[in-house]
């Protein structure tokens, strides 16, 4: 059970806004939504929402007019208690925080970065160039001191690598994209091929001026990530843990599913990573209903265990689609966004002696 859940609809202020596309007929795409620890004791989630006034610091010098609006929610990690709840004008309905980095984080609306303080003093801001269609898609590494920015749509273009301390541009390439890609702070990787059935595909590294090269086989079913510095998780049957030169650490089945919508969950030092595990539930073949993806597990690995940690019971009000995760820096929390409600647990500590099995965990034994 979580150590406290709440509802955050009074603090959003107004239903939030997912993107619309469509030429013929028009879709909305579910809210962009974004999860962080800014600290050890402090959660922030944001929205973007369409309200007419909101708490904007006169210190920011974006355009007030624009209709949409950036809303945060800080909220104490240890209490649930919501502390402040600015907003900020954005152009963007795919705007939000994209990383954190002590208690400093940088958010993204439309091709305007801006890089706050902890008390929410503008520091930095940088304008990337403008795109002739979509957005820059971020790519965080996991201690946040670096973002990679790719053109969406899948298509060969500039590939922008930013240092979030001195908001600049330090590096520069043209690439494509051609599956999921994953940053650390020195290093790219990418799964090729998994929109094309023309190839195999297979994971590759490259420096941030080296070109690329393949270090082990993948499948269209798994997505590398970053763990660390050191090491690429790959999601699918089995779950891997791989070093940057292919070596495997680890390799597990797992009974239930992965959840279609999770991505692994880190620790800015990179000593704990958790992995979602989902089991399908509400499939009706008879009424072309597909099943939903329900969160029933979390993995919880500790560095430099080469073995699973813990194995987290969840208890309590479902949680499906769209839930993202987040990891505080010392990694002995984890806040879970599930629509407009969050929750945060307790993580057990860490596991330095060596095991002969994953441990079961229940949650509500550890207060």
């Known amino acids: 059970m979580p150590k406290w859940r709440i509802s955050l609809k009074s603090a959003i202020g107004s239903p939030p806004l997912g993107k619309v596309f469509g030429r013929v007929q028009e879709y909305k795409a579910l809210p962009r939504t974004s999860l962080w620890f800014t600290d050890n004791n402090t959660l922030v989630a ?36 919501v502390l402040t ?12 925080v994209i990383a954190v980095r002590d208690g400093r984080f940088v958010t993204q609306r439309g091709s ?14 940088l304008k990337l160039p403008r795109l002739t269609e979509g957005d820059w898609i971020a790519h965080t590494s996991p201690t946040g001191k670096n973002i990679l920015f790719i053109p969406s749509g899948h298509r060969t273009g500039s590939w922008l690598w930013l240092e979030t301390d001195t908001m600049q541009i330090i590096h520069s390439w043209e690439d ?13 990787a990418m799964i090729t091929c998994t929109w094309s059935h023309e190839c195999e595909p297979h994971i590759r590294v490259r420096g941030t001026t080296t070109d690329w090269k393949t270090i082990a086989p993948g499948s269209r079913q798994s997505y590398p990530q970053f763990v660390n510095e ?22 597990e089945d797992l009974p239930l599913e992965g959840c279609w919508w999770g ?8 000593q704990r990573f958790v992995v979602p595990r989902c089991a399908g539930k509400g499939a009706i ?18 560095s430099p265990s080469q073995e699973r940690s813990y194995t987290l019971d969840l208890k309590g009000p479902t949680i499906k689609d769209l839930a993202l995760l987040a990891v505080s820096p010392d990694g002995l929390r984890l806040a879970i966004l599930n629509g407009d409600s969050v929750e945060v647990l ?22």
């Open 230 to 251: 050191d090491m690429l998780l790959l999601s699918g049957s089995p779950i891997k843990l791989i070093q940057t030169d292919g070596s495997v650490v680890f390799a």
């Open 285 to 302: 073949a008879a009424l072309d209903v597909g099943q939903r993806a329900e969160l029933k597990e979390i993995l919880v690995y500790d």
């Open 46 to 81: 944001t929205f973007v929402i369409r309200e007419g006034k909101g708490d904007l610091s006169s210190r920011d010098s974006v355009d007030t007019t624009l209709p949409l609006r950036l809303r945060l929610v800080f909220i104490d990690a240890t209490s649930g208690q």
């Open 176 to 188: 494509k994209q051609t599956g999921d890609v994953t940053v650390a702070d020195d290093k790219v």
């Open 112 to 125: 305007e970065l801006t890089l706050y303080t902890p008390d929410l003093k503008p520091l930095k801001k």
């Open 263 to 270: 991505r692994v969950s880190a620790s800015s030092g990179g």
């Open 85 to 96: 709840t600015p907003d900020w004008p954005t152009d963007s309905r795919d705007a939000g």
């Open 346 to 367: 307790q993580l057990p500590p860490f596991w330095n002696v060596k095991q002969s099995s994953p441990v079961l965990f229940p949650l509500d034994s550890l207060w």
